[in-house]
């Protein structure tokens, strides 16, 4: 074949003419060679599962989840757990996977080619599936015995459902148990900041904000008793000081009058203290000293002063005791007027009592007035604060009592769980090896050989056999041709048509 030549396609066809035979070659030998060794490779069955993602049975409006992460993300954090080393080692000594190599391979390889048979296949999300969720998975697995693929195939498929309500409910009951933490700090919280408030009340009592109002009209009512009271306490305090002039006056006549003027008519023992004084004057002047009547005189009349001084010792104390009894014998007029006095004191004590207490009051309301503002802006901190506290254990104690819920929901398995769509299957036929892929791959290597051998040969090929080869050859104009006559015309027919290499073309004349 002349280099550097555009080929036409009955020139290709040609070429394929003279060398099918070695294209015909390699793809036959590859294609059975192929077939062959598949036939001599061992069978390995494929067992597969198909397992769809079954949302919770209570709408989400009565129930909200708290299990909301990705089911894709946890599709894969469930996959490497299973995939795991501890999770896949008790399979192999149940099943007994690998009873050749065990014993003879580390447990670490075995657990190695065990997970490299086993495919998780998430399936593709539908126009209606909302986001963020997996309509399911699809589950193989591929051993040397059918019945071991399928029996391996429902295990690990067993342990996807299993694992994933586990981790569901797990996830819930860890929720609601830090929502409950969180809800008794936050109660521990709001009481202090109960306390606080009832405290702050307590003190300012008055002085709140919205109590101004009822401070003022407060003020102006007491600032009128406090009036009134002053008055009625002035007046009486000239009462009885009119009063007090005017007994005083009287108490001095009565007293400076002859019937005040103490004698012995008004007391009986002094009477009588009298009269025997009388007699021992007269049996004085009869008999002598030592006279028994006169000695007895003189013993009762000492007897008697005693007496008498004992009484006026009496009733002075009385008189001090109680001075109403002292002036029992004063006359009506100054009773009265001592009366009045009496209760002019009383109320002059109870008015004074009374000024105090509303002038206490009055203070007490002026002073909660003055610092009203500071308490206005500490109470709206401190209510702030409550009703910061309040809202967020009420925000708490709903979500506890929704993870509850969702909790008890993953309990009874009304939660999203996985729902085996189809049971493992019995493979009938082993998924490796494909012998018609096999055999179609030997086919198609050995078709690629075939033609790169030609291709090789053609290059390899020096021989003119048309025209247009003189002409890429010689670079010169054809200007006859002269034909092969007779025999050897025949035999190049001949060997044409069985597609053998032709001679050279003979009698080709090119002019310089």
């Keep these: 074949m002349i280099r550097n030549k555009q080929l036409t396609f009955n020139e290709y066809l040609q070429i394929f003419r003279r060398w099918w035979w070695v294209v015909l070659l390699p793809t036959v030998a590859g294609c059975a060679g192929a077939f062959l060794l598949s036939l001599a490779l061992p069978n390995e069955y494929t067992?597969?599962?198909?397992?769809?993602?079954?949302?919770?049975?209570?709408?989400d409006n009565y129930v909200k989840s708290v299990v909301t992460g990705d089911i894709s993300q946890r599709l894969g954090a469930m996959r490497e757990q299973i995939l795991s080393r501890t999770r896949l080692e008790p399979i192999i000594d149940k099943f007994g996977l690998f009873k050749k190599e065990k014993g003879k391979v580390p447990v670490e390889d075995l657990v190695a080619r065990m997970r490299k048979s086993i495919f998780v296949t998430p399936l593709p999300a539908v126009v209606s599936t909302n986001a963020g969720q997996l309509p399911g998975f699809s589950i193989t697995f591929t051993a040397s015995d059918p019945r071991l693929a399928q029996q391996v195939c429902a295990e690990i498929t067993s342990m996807f459902t299993e694992e994933n309500l586990r981790l569901r409910e797990q996830s819930a009951v860890g929720t609601t148990d830090f929502l409950k933490d969180q809800l008794d700090e936050a109660k521990r919280q709001l009481d202090a900041q109960e306390s606080k408030?009832?405290?702050?009340?307590?003190?300012?009592?008055?002085?709140?904000?919205?109590?101004?109002?009822?401070?003022?009209?407060?003020?102006?009512?007491?600032?009128?008793?406090?009036?009134?009271?002053?008055n009625q306490l002035s007046r009486a305090q000239q009462d009885k000081a009119y009063?007090?002039?005017i007994i005083n006056q009287q108490v001095s006549a009565w007293k400076a009058s002859p019937k005040t003027i103490e004698g012995p008519q008004a007391d009986p023992l002094k009477k009588q203290l009298?009269?025997?004084?009388?007699q021992l004057a007269t049996m004085q002047?009869?008999?002598?000293?030592d006279y028994p009547d006169v000695v007895k005189l003189k013993s009762d009349i000492a007897a008697l002063e005693k007496k008498i001084a004992g009484n006026d010792v009496e009733a002075k104390k009385k008189s001090a005791a109680n001075p109403d009894v002292a002036r029992a014998e004063e006359p009506a007029e100054?009773?009265?007027l001592r009366f009045q006095i009496h209760q002019n004191d009383v109320l002059v004590r109870e008015k004074t009592q009374e000024q105090d207490r509303l002038k206490k009051q009055l203070g007490g309301i002026q002073g909660r007035l003055s610092i009203?503002?500071?308490?206005?802006?500490e109470y709206k901190q401190i209510t702030r604060d409550h009703n910061t506290a309040v809202k967020f254990y009420e925000d708490l104690l709903a979500k506890k009592t929704q993870s509850e819920m969702a909790t008890s929901l993953e309990r009874r398995q009304q939660g999203e769980q996985f729902q085996v769509m189809d049971p493992a299957d019995l493979p009938?036929?082993?998924?490796?090896?494909?012998?018609?892929?096999?055999?179609?791959?030997?086919?198609?290597?050995?078709?690629?050989?075939g033609i790169g051998i030609v291709f090789l040969l053609e290059l390899r090929d020096k021989s003119i056999r048309t025209e247009a080869d003189v002409e890429q050859a010689l670079g010169l104009p054809t200007l006859a041709s002269v034909p092969l006559i007779g025999e050897k015309a025949r035999d190049v027919k001949h060997r044409t048509s069985r597609g053998k290499k032709d001679p050279p073309l003979l009698g080709q004349i090119a002019q310089s």
């Design 428 to 449: 009938q036929k082993p998924s490796f090896p494909n012998r018609p892929a096999f055999a179609g791959a030997g086919l198609g290597l050995g078709l690629a050989l």
């Design 274 to 278: 009298s009269d025997l004084k009388d």
């Design 47 to 59: 067992s597969r599962t198909l397992v769809l993602v079954e949302q919770q049975k209570v709408p």
């Design 197 to 230: 408030l009832a405290e702050f009340k307590r003190k300012n009592m008055g002085a709140l904000p919205g109590e101004e109002q009822t401070d003022a009209q407060m003020l102006m009512s007491l600032t009128s008793q406090l009036d009134a009271v002053t």
């Design 372 to 377: 009203s503002p500071a308490v206005e802006e």
């Design 334 to 336: 100054i009773q009265q």
């Design 285 to 289: 002047g009869h008999y002598t000293a």
């Design 243 to 245: 009063e007090e002039t």
